[in-house]
Every structure is written in C-alpha cells, then in structure tokens.
C-alpha cells in the first residue's frame, strides 16, 4: 500500500525561486495537512483540508498556497522561497476528523527543502 | 491557545526496561483528544497511542500506556520492555474537540533504546 507519497524528496532552491511539493493519497480520505517541522521543534499546520475544492489556513500559512481539486491531490505551493522556509514538509492524510476523536493522520516521508 | 509541552528534548533507557516520557497541556476546551506520535530515523511518523479526554480510563496499546491526569493537564507515556525499534522522536500532540484541522504538537522528546 502506497499510503502517502510526497515528492521531491529532497530540494534545494534559491532565494525568490517558486516550486510546488506533490501530495497524494491512496486511502480514499477526506482530510489532508501540510505541516512544518523546523529543528528542535514540533510539527506547525500550514495548511488543510476537509474535502476536493475547499481548503483553510493553519498556524503558519504565509508564503504558501494550495490547492485540492481531486480527493488524492493536495500539492502545496512555494511563492518567492525565503530562507525562512527551510525546512522539513509533511503531507498527512486522515479519514475523518481528528476533532472527532476517531481519525488518525497518516504521514508522508517528508520533504526536505533548503532555501539559499 | 492551546499548547502541548514536552520538557525532555532527550531520554535514554536500556532494552527491556520501562521508561516514561512527558507531556503536559493547556486548552480551554472541556472535549479534546490526546496523542502520542512516533517518528523514527526513516522520518515517517506514525500514531501510537489516542486519549479521549472524556474517558477516565488510560489508553494501553500493547507494551505502551498513557497515564492521563486531566486536572494537572498532564498526558505521559509510558513504554515497557523497551525494544531498539521504539528509538525514535516521540511526539505529544492535542486536538480540541470539533476543530477540523489543528492539531497542536509539543517539540517532541528523542528517545534512545540501548542494548
């Protein structure tokens, strides 16, 4: 089972450069995130989403866009990189919501971007 | 605001011993949902152990246990028989009961499992 699969894997970007992580899930869920873990610290909520077309900020949503025309599909959008970006992304799926007690994220392997 | 706090950023513990990680809390809500996370060196981070806020009873999965204290805000885990598989970060994280999206994790613990 493939579960969540995030590319690239690893990138390196300069400063004012854009790109776009890839997401997508097999599991036929509703919900997807994008957090952010920077070192030493816990995981920040960029973005989300409770179904295909309809998307909401998180903790941390400035200087990314995303998108989710399709259930599997939820890339996320880097507009002009900044150093303070570097970091490492993570695309989770759940089926259901996690304010209801019974879902459970599943995580990608992450995506390791360094903006120089 | 809700926050999760992990005051140890690193633990060890011999194979086959029981070590117990932190984790406290702070929400106004009187519903909410408690985890425990594993992320290994392969970097995939997967659910450990879940708490209801409104059941008394601690969450147990196998050789891990939850010792929730929900007046003190506190929300530890403890693991038995520790294998050299369980090294990983561990991460504590709450979620307010009804909220879709934001679920709030702690700045983890790195765990060591020593032969």
């Known amino acids: 089972n493939a579960g969540v699969t995030q590319t690239p894997k690893f990138r390196i970007l300069k400063i004012g450069q854009s790109m776009t992580l890839q997401c997508a899930q097999d599991?036929?869920?509703?919900?997807m995130y994008w957090y952010r873990q920077d070192p030493g610290m816990g995981l920040k909520l960029i973005y989300y989403?409770?179904?295909?077309?309809?998307?909401d900020k998180g903790e941390v949503p400035n200087g990314y866009n995303v998108s989710r025309s399709t259930t599997e599909d939820f890339p996320l959008r880097l507009e002009l990189a900044a150093p303070s970006q570097t970091s490492v992304y993570f695309c989770?799926?759940?089926?259901?919501?996690?304010?209801?007690?019974?879902?459970?994220?599943?995580f990608g392997e992450g995506s390791r971007l360094t903006v120089l | 605001a809700q926050t999760v706090t992990q005051s140890q950023p690193e633990m060890s513990v011999q194979e086959a011993e029981t070590v117990t990680l932190s984790c406290t809390y702070d929400?106004?809500?009187?519903?909410?949902?408690l985890f425990w996370y594993k992320q290994p060196p392969s970097r995939q981070m997967i659910l450990v152990i879940r708490?209801?806020?409104?059941?008394?009873q601690n969450a147990t999965e196998n050789r891990f246990s939850v010792n929730f204290q929900k007046a003190a805000k506190s929300f530890s885990l403890k693991i038995s028989d520790s294998q050299l598989g369980d090294t990983a970060m561990y991460f504590c994280a709450l979620i307010d009961g009804g909220s879709q999206g934001n679920l709030i994790f702690g700045k983890g613990t790195k765990l060591s499992v020593k032969p």
């Open positions: 989403s409770v179904g295909a077309g309809i998307t």
């Open positions: 989770a799926s759940s089926y259901s919501s996690l304010g209801a007690g019974s879902g459970e994220l599943f």
């Open positions: 929400t106004s809500e009187n519903n909410y949902y």
């Open positions: 599991m036929n869920h509703n919900y």
């Open positions: 708490q209801e806020a409104y059941k008394q």
